[in-house]
Nanobody, 123 residues
Framework: VQLQASGGGLVQAGGSLRLSCAASGRTFSTLHMGWFRQAPGKEREFVAAISRGGGTTYYADSVKGRFTISRDNSKNTDYLQMNNLKSEDTAVYYC?????????????????WGQGTQVTVSS
């Protein structure tokens, strides 16, 4: 499975960005999808995840109410809509795919990873 993340950039605090993750190499609807991020000097952390059919979503407490994960299985793409961005959201954002049965927040369970896209929020 190949994952290509895009949509990062520089935005002012309070602004919005939408990240996309395009998948290829396996039937997209068989994969749970997740987003993780890594800020400078910090470990990579969970942001959001969505089940194969899109019916179940998980969010980190730090982004709940501001970020929305979604997917379009017809386009083999999932999205992370990020609103009301804060300086602490600055990080490299990675999309990941998991072919196992259960949706999870655990990055060790994700089998495939994209290359990351930089999000910088200026205050």
């Amino acid at each position: 499975v190949q994952l290509q993340a895009s949509g990062g950039g520089l935005v002012q605090a309070g602004g919005s960005l939408r990240l996309s993750c395009a998948a290829s190499g396996r039937t997209f609807s068989t994969l749970h999808m997740g987003w993780f991020r890594q800020a400078p000097g910090k470990e990579r952390e969970f942001v959001a995840a969505i089940s194969r059919g899109g019916g179940t979503t998980y969010y980190a407490d730090s982004v709940k109410g501001r970020f929305t994960i979604s997917r379009d299985n017809s386009k083999n793409t999932d999205y992370l809509q990020m609103n009301n961005l804060k300086s602490e959201d600055t990080a490299v954002y990675y999309c990941a795919a998991d072919g196992s049965y259960w949706l999870t927040r655990l990055q060790a369970e994700y089998d495939y990873w994209g290359q990351g896209t930089q999000v910088t929020v200026s205050s």
